[in-house]
């Protein structure tokens, strides 16, 4: 097979391009982030509510709605479970491999990173988590962790589980040392995009020859870049914006097909492919198949493309989606329903407190002895102490103060619908977050929280399917590690099952003499499953 194409500045240019014109969903969602989070009145509301004297009252009820929902999935949250899947695999080697995913699961912690994407998939409609391995040497060595919305753009056109996405990118912001480091060959371009090149002319970038070296032609690409230099670079504070660009590849290639229905690519360099394929052992097919590659950006400025550094293949992120729009693909979950309800009832708030402590006045000019603002003052006083003038009075002067408070009873009704409203357009009753309720059987009681159940039946499934390929992509890496190693795994029966242990890729001979590694890891088909 011919080596795939490294990715090229037109290309990379290009996804850019179509990230700007896909629909503008990320400012909507970081509202509905702010929204949970109880930052819901912004500057300019605050302003006008004190222009015309009604106090700032916030009653976050979105939180902890959306708190009982995060709650059920820790109280049902289910192990992975590794399965062979075929009869002919061993039994033996997924239990091996179901207890290192275990260890895996607790050590990398991994059910936070997953609870973690689950908040931001039915909050604002998407999380991610990444899957890979930790770079640094005194830490576990598997990475499992959550990815900020605001750090991924991907291929929008592409399938909910990116299977055929062209791209996914990761931007994420470091201090310039730190990219100085981790690509020491590029330390110089780094140091010059930091400056904007502002601290060296030309000359400094013309060798002893009259030539322009790779740096001028950097400074060029940087001039001619349509990318807003705010995306990529703040020379102000010295930070830089590294791009992990993970861009697909396709190629038709021959593959051969065992009779259990196992696939591998034809590789004439492996004598047992070779050698099945000339006793008609498997099929020989034509396919036209992907291949993920990675690459890394500073600006227009590449600083790496490599092929896919695990054998799995697959780009490491995996998207936790809530719900999206039937026509343009917007993730949202839900949040987006309860604003509007959230809003009203922060408003009510305001005006119940506004309404409390306002005196309506009626009195005769004349009637109060000193000048109109000190008698506002005075009169909003729950200890007011009115003077009048007497021959006002005593002319038929008329002084009346009054509040309305069967117009605050009509409010206090508005407010107590919407606290409820915001538990119903989320399919969330009060029996589903413990809290007192009409109900008056226990029966009743759990026949509510079953329906709160169902309401968010869509949102569970996703998270499921969601935090299995996590776990498909943790079992991969640990094959990866296990395969060709010999490896006692002791399994602990707890007392309900005899304790046994198993041995991976352990060298045996057959009855003809060949050898062979029994428990063989490279040989088994396995699939995560939730138990």
């Known amino acids: 097979m011919a080596k795939p194409q490294p990715l090229s500045l037109e290309e990379y240019t290009a996804f850019w391009t179509e990230i700007q014109e896909q629909p503008p969903w990320r400012a909507t969602a ?7 989070d109880g930052n819901q009145l912004d500057a300019e509301i605050l302003q006008r509510m004190r222009d015309v004297g009604i106090p700032p009252a916030i009653e976050p009820l979105m939180g902890p709605v959306l708190a009982s929902v995060l709650g059920m999935e820790v109280r049902n949250r289910g192990d992975w479970k590794v399965s062979p899947q075929s009869q002919t695999d061993s039994a033996d080697v997924a239990d091996a491999l179901n207890y290192k995913l275990h260890q895996a699961e607790q050590r990398s912690r991994a059910d936070v990173a997953c609870s973690e994407a689950f908040k931001s998939e039915i909050g604002p409609g998407i999380g991610w988590v990444y899957v890979g391995r930790e770079e640094d040497p005194f830490k576990y060595q598997y990475l499992v962790e959550p990815v900020s919305r605001n750090e991924i753009y991907w291929d929008w056109f592409a399938k909910p589980d990116l299977s055929d996405a062209r791209f996914l990118i990761r931007r994420r912001w470091f201090d310039k040392r730190v990219p100085e480091l981790v690509f020491p060959q590029h330390k110089d371009l780094i140091r010059h995009t930091v400056s904007s090149w502002s601290e060296y002319g030309l000359g400094h970038l013309i060798d002893d020859g009259g030539k322009l070296p790779d740096l001028a032609y950097s400074q060029d690409q940087e001039r001619a870049w349509s990318i807003e230099e705010s995306q990529w670079r703040n020379t102000a504070q010295s930070r830089v914006a590294i791009c992990e660009c993970w861009y697909r590849r396709w190629d038709r290639v021959t593959v051969i097909r065992a009779p259990d229905g196992r696939v591998a690519e034809f590789d004439r360099k492996n004598s047992a492919h070779v050698v099945a394929v000339a006793k008609g052992i498997v099929a020989v097919e034509q396919a036209i198949v992907s291949r993920v590659r990675l690459s890394w950006w500073l600006g227009p400025h590449k600083l790496a493309d490599v092929d896919h550094p695990e054998q799995h293949g697959r780009i490491p992120y995996v998207p936790f989606w809530g719900f999206r729009e039937d026509r343009t693909g917007v993730p949202f979950g839900l949040a987006r329903g309860m604003i509007y309800l959230q809003d009203q009832v922060n408003a009510l708030h305001s005006k119940l407190q506004w309404m409390l402590a306002a005196r309506r ?9 000193g000048d109109d603002e000190q008698f506002r003052q005075e009169v909003a006083r729950p200890d007011a102490d009115i003077i009048l003038d007497a021959k006002a009075m005593r002319d038929g002067g008329i002084f009346k103060v009054q509040t309305d408070l069967q117009l605050s009873q009509q409010q206090f009704q508005r407010l107590a619908d919407s606290r409820e409203a915001i538990r119903r357009t989320g399919g969330i009753y009060s029996e589903f977050q413990g809290q007192n309720s009409n109900t008056t059987s226990g029966v009743q ?9 169902q309401s968010l039946a869509d949102i569970q499934d996703n998270f499921k399917t969601a935090r299995t390929a ?20 002791f399994l602990d029966g707890n007392q309900l099952v005899e304790d046994r242990t198993i041995s991976l890729n352990s060298p045996a001979v057959d009855d003809d003499g060949l050898e062979y590694l029994d428990n063989d890891v490279s040989r088994v088909a396995l699939s995560v499953g939730i138990d």
Do not use: C, H
């Open 30 to 36: 970081d509202r509905e982030a702010d929204y949970i």
């Open 445 to 453: 009681f759990n026949a509510q929280v079953d329906q709160s159940n």
């Open 361 to 369: 006045v009626e009195r005769t000019q004349g009637a109060v002895v």
């Open 470 to 489: 996590v776990g498909q992509l943790l079992l991969e890496l640990i094959i990866a590690d296990t395969i060709g190693k010999r490896e006692d795994v």
